[in-house]
């Protein structure tokens, strides 16, 4: 009798991630490889006229990988291919007064590829339908006063299609619930001065639910437990002289937990460890001339 051959099957090498950067005054979008620390040059730079880039807030991705990028003061949102580089036009570009645009700032897809997009300016939530183009008109709008919404600017999904987004001017992060349309009221609100929100911007949550807010007025980063409400205490503050933080305007997570700050006021990207509390010192920083980096918004991992 042959003896039976057992084969033992690796597991699969896990994709390879890159850090992106919305780089609003130079209009243009950054790519760097995870590693990199220190004065370092992007792998990738999306710039120039044939981009139609102005003002890029934050990056999103489908799950092809095409890139979606938030013009604030271009009033659009932008598709370009997967791999995209130098002055590369977009393959979409959603723009024009049936849109609802108004000063878009954060910016996510579901797995259907509809594009979510949180309006600074309107205060509201628009949605479009996948592969959406032009002055595409929305399917569905977040606005009036029951929303809580204000100044709108981070903007997450959960897997159930729940929506959260981060409110700048009323210190709040809202959750709205899958499907939601016009003057919505949230199905919950952290908010309160135990909280520690202010001036919330970026926003992310991790695979077990933890909703990660970079407060750019407060120079801090605040995480709190899943389904938090109300006057939620963080579960970890990042806060102090040590961390380097430089009013945090976006935020993002790897594969590993490990958190990325993109720093408006001291031009330059921090990275702390996973479960990082407190006054700590990033595990690196990336700053310098070489990286280009003016007015960071919108930072994001893929």
């Known amino acids: 009798m042959l003896e039976q051959q057992h084969v033992v099957k690796s597991d699969p090498a896990p994709a390879v991630q890159n850090l992106y950067v919305a780089n609003a005054v130079a209009d243009s979008v950054l790519v760097f490889p995870l590693t990199a620390t220190g004065n370092a040059s992007p792998t990738t730079t999306m710039v120039g ?60 897809l579901d797995g259907a590829g509809n594009i979510y997009v949180a309006n600074a300016n309107a205060p509201s939530i628009t949605v479009y339908s996948a592969g959406a183009n032009g002055n595409a008109t929305p399917t569905a709008t977040i606005i009036g006063a029951a929303t809580g919404l204000g100044d709108p600017n981070g903007l997450v999904l959960d897997g159930g299609g729940n929506i959260y987004v981060a409110n700048d001017t009323l210190n709040s992060v809202t959750v709205y619930a899958a499907g939601a349309n016009g003057n919505a009221a949230p199905t919950t609100t952290i908010i309160g001065a135990a909280t520690g929100l202010n001036g919330p911007h970026g926003l992310t949550r991790d695979g077990a639910g933890n909703i990660y807010v970079a407060n750019a007025i407060g120079n801090s980063v605040t995480v709190y437990a899943a389904g938090a409400n109300g006057n939620a205490t963080p579960t970890a503050t990042i806060i102090g002289a040590a961390t380097g933080l430089g009013h945090p305007n976006g935020i993002a997570l790897d594969a590993h937990g490990n958190i990325y700050v993109a720093n408006n006021a001291n031009t330059s990207v921090t990275i702390y460890a996973t479960g990082a509390n407190g006054n700590v010192a990033p595990t690196a920083t990336i700053s310098g001339a070489l990286t280009t980096f003016s007015d960071l918004h919108g930072v994001t991992v893929h």
């Open 49 to 108: 006229a044939a981009t139609g880039l102005i003002d890029p807030r934050r990056i999103a991705f489908d799950a092809a990988g095409n890139i979606y990028v938030s013009n604030g003061s271009g009033t659009s949102v932008m598709e370009f291919a997967a791999t995209a580089s130098g002055n590369a036009a977009p393959t979409a570009t959603i723009a024009g007064a049936g849109t609802g645009l108004n000063s878009p700032n954060g910016i996510t």
